[in-house]
């Protein structure tokens, strides 16, 4: 399992951390559902594509493609993972 964790500014103190870089988020989306139904229609059109693809990749290419479609759908089906957009404005 991989995890990434972003830092955050809990208080206004922390705010112009070096993590920061000298931006400030100025709007946020969720955008898990889109991620999950792009990885799931992903997932179909290799799925759908099987031959083509391993012509490509090879069997093996193949496999570990699906492997990572097939884990990435499960794990947003399940809330493991979930994706944001971030809009950010230079400091």
């Keep these: 399992m991989i995890l990434f964790v972003g830092l955050g500014n ?3 103190d ?3 951390n070096r993590h920061n870089v000298g931006f400030k988020i100025i709007e946020h989306k969720d955008m ?3 991620w999950e139904r792009f990885t799931n229609e992903r997932l179909k059109v290799l799925q759908a594509n099987k031959e ?3 012509k490509n990749h090879g069997s093996e290419g193949y496999k570990v493609i699906e492997d ?7 794990c947003f089906a399940e809330k ?3 994706g944001i957009r971030l809009i ?4």
């Design 88 to 91: 950010c404005k230079k400091n």
């Design 68 to 74: 990572f479609y097939t884990t990435a759908a499960e």
């Design 80 to 82: 493991i993972i979930g």
């Design 10 to 12: 809990p208080t206004p």
């Design 32 to 34: 898990s559902s889109d």
């Design 14 to 16: 922390s705010e112009n």
């Design 52 to 54: 083509y693809q391993e």
